[in-house]
T-cell receptor, first 116, second 116 residues
Framework: GAGVSQSPSNKVTEKGKDVELRCDPISGHTALYWYRQSLGQGLEFLIYFQGNSAPDKSGLPSDRFSAERTGGSVSTLTIQRTQQEDSAVYLC??????????????FGDGTRLSIL | AQKVTQAQTEISVVEKEDVTLDCVYETRDTTYYLFWYKQPPSGELVFLIRRNSFDEQNEISGRYSWNFQKSTSSFNFTITASQVVDSAVYFCALSEAGRSQGNLIFGKGTKLSVKP
């Protein structure tokens, strides 16, 4: 079946603009995760959704970052007033309902975000 | 605190050599899960294996094998008779059952280069 799909693959934008990144998880996966991968920080967890709910948003790096998920499926990660330090690859993953966090997460190809 | 350490930043081997990638983890949870992911040059993170903290049995899958030792908090990955296609960055990750979000805590990764 289809894997996790992310769009766009690449996004180049000017500092100060808003960007929206989209994630379409594997059908039937109730858990959805956003991570950020950058050279200096490695792979950082941003936010987790179980269904449409994100119980803890403390992983988001600043209040310029927000995320939502609708219909228990597609999720969007929005970055407002982008800064150069936001440049990174944003990865989305999904898994079956994790219960105790043991289900493998399956990752999309990521969105490479470059802020000029 | 939870942490995953991959001390080897880069490893270079010649094809057909065996290579072991080290992973050491820290957690206070008694129930946790360990994972290995492969990230080839194309960028997608590919799930390789999951282990739970109650199962210390080593696992072999083709040329890949994993050695989980709770006594040393290690979960090492060995590739036997390496091939050029094994060239990638390999990430070890931890997920704790007590962590409601089930997010993965990644090591910094080991870049493996297999030369013909």
């Amino acid at each position: 079946g289809a894997g996790v799909s992310q769009s766009p693959s690449n996004k180049v934008t000017e500092k100060g603009k808003d960007v929206e990144l989209r994630c379409d998880p594997i059908s039937g996966h109730t858990a959805l995760y956003w991570y950020r991968q950058s050279l200096g920080q490695g792979l950082e967890f941003l936010i987790y959704f179980q269904g449409n709910s994100a119980p803890d948003k403390s992983g988001l790096p600043s209040d310029r970052f927000s995320a939502e998920r609708t219909g228990g499926s597609v999720s969007t990660l929005t970055i407002q007033r982008t800064q150069q330090e936001d440049s990174a690859v944003y990865l989305c993953a999904s898994s079956d309902f994790h219960g105790t966090g043991n289900q493998p997460q399956h990752f999309g190809d990521g969105t490479r975000l470059s802020i000029l | 605190a939870q942490k995953v350490t991959q001390a080897q930043t880069e490893i270079s081997v010649v094809e057909k050599e065996d290579v072991t990638l080290d992973c050491v983890y820290e957690t206070r949870d008694t129930t946790y899960y360990l994972f290995w992911y492969k990230q080839p040059p194309s960028g997608e993170l590919v799930f390789l294996i999951r282990r739970n903290s109650f199962d210390e049995q080593n696992e072999i899958s083709g040329r890949y094998s994993w050695n989980f030792q709770k006594s040393t908090s290690s979960f090492n990955f060995t590739i036997t008779a390496s091939q050029v296609v094994d060239s990638a960055v390999y990430f070890c990750a931890l997920s704790e059952a007590g962590r409601s979000q089930g997010n993965l805590i990644f090591g910094k990764g080991t870049k493996l280069s297999v030369k013909p």
